[in-house]
C-alpha cells in the first residue's frame, strides 16, 4: 500500500500596495517540518493576469534567504511590486531534501 501526501497551499493575499514600490521583507518560520528532511530551496514567483512572470526570487539566486534549512525557517527579501497597477498571483514553492517540490502559499497582491 502506498501514501501520499497531498498538500493545499495556504492562501495568503498579500497587504495591496502602489505600484512600484517597495514591498516589505517576509518570514516564514517553519513549526513542523518531518525529522531529518531539510529544506534546500524556495523560490516565489508572481505572474500577471496574462500568466506572464513579473517577479521571480530563487534562494539559489537572489531575493530569498533560507535562514535555518532544518527549521525550515525563510525570507522573502524587500522586493518592488510590479510598475503597474492591477492584481498578481503569486506562489511560494519549497524543494525538500528528497528531491519533493511543494508549494507551500499561493495568493494575490492588488498594486494601485
Do not use: H
Not at 524556495?42 to 521571480?56: C, F, H, K, P, Y
Not at 539566486?61 to 532544518?70: N, Q, R, W
Amino acid at each position: 500500500m502506498s501514501c501520499e501526501l497531498k498538500l493545499t497551499p495556504f492562501i495568503w493575499d498579500l497587504l495591496p500596495i502602489k505600484a512600484g514600490d517597495s514591498y516589505p521583507g517576509i518570514l516564514i518560520e517553519g513549526t513542523d517540518e518531518p525529522d531529518g528532511i531539510d529544506l534546500v530551496r524556495v523560490q516565489m514567483q508572481m505572474r500577471n493576469t496574462s500568466g506572464s512572470i513579473v517577479l521571480d526570487l530563487d534562494s539559489d539566486g537572489e531575493g530569498i534567504t533560507i535562514i535555518d534549512a532544518e527549521t525550515w525557517e525563510f525570507r522573502i527579501e524587500t522586493f518592488t511590486a510590479p510598475s503597474q497597477a492591477g492584481v498578481y498571483n503569486y506562489e511560494i514553492e519549497i524543494t525538500d531534501s528528497n528531491g519533493d517540490d511543494i508549494t507551500i502559499v499561493e495568493g494575490t497582491l492588488t498594486t494601485t
